[in-house]
């Protein structure tokens, strides 16, 4: 299992909001540069970098961090907020990032993310499905698109999309525990699913049990930020 940090950007600092409420934000590091290194230099080789400002504006607003942190590690970043036109889909790429999640475009314009698919591939994009009470939120999670995450994810599924990230919005941020009865109905559904867990990590012991049930990647970030977990134990993970 892949062991993934993750950088939340506002106004280009490292930051981490609870259940996705962008009132509720934690600054951690005005460096988020530095922060990257860090994960690098224990070993980490994977980067979920999330631009908030741009899951809500609908364009990429922290492209500067964005490039600056692929130019200057060789972390492996998959990159989200803010993708919702070929033109920012192209410049995500050009500013380095290796994939790309599509989240709220993938509710509002499926046509254009299953094309997508059929240019990139599947190992350079991501489906991003996040859900609060087991339906698909949008617009940085701010929106209830009221589909059910299952009923989402088929027609993608079908189409080839593997590389899925699933974030039970009610437990972002509240260091409870990830979902692991939405995992598990994910994988039962979808077996072939390259899953990817966000959310709710606490303890090394949430990483070890959604190593058990298959997940592909796991993705930690405030329990890192609090001192839950150390950098040790998450390059433990590391092949």
Known sequence: MQIIP???????????????NYAH??????DPLA?????????????????????????????????QICRQTSLI????????????????YALGATMVTAGSVAVRQPERVLRWLEVYGPDRLILGADARDGRIAVAGWQEDSGLDIITFLRPYY????????????????????????????????????????????????DLAELQRMGL??????????????????LSSYVN
């Open 25 to 30: 934000k934690t600054v951690y590091s005005e």
């Open 6 to 20: 993750a950088i939340d950007l506002i106004d280009g600092k490292c930051v981490r909001l609870s259940m996705g």
């Open 158 to 205: 079908t189409a080839g999309f593997r590389q899925v990230i699933s974030t039970d919005i009610a437990r972002d941020g509240m260091l409870q525990g990830p979902s692991y009865k939405l995992y598990e109905s994910l994988l039962t559904h979808y077996p072939e699913l390259r899953l990817i867990a966000s959310g709710g990590i606490a303890h090394s012991e």
């Open 35 to 67: 922060t990257a290194q860090q994960f690098e230099q224990a070993g980490l080789q994977r980067l979920h970098l999330v631009d908030l400002d741009g899951a809500k504006a609908g364009r990429i607003v922290n492209g500067a961090v964005l490039e």
């Open 216 to 233: 592909h990647g796991a993705i930690v970030g405030k329990a890192y930020y609090e001192g839950k977990i150390s950098l040790a134990e």
């Open 77 to 92: 970043v998959d990159f989200g907020g803010g993708i919702s036109t070929d033109t920012e889909l192209e410049k995500a």
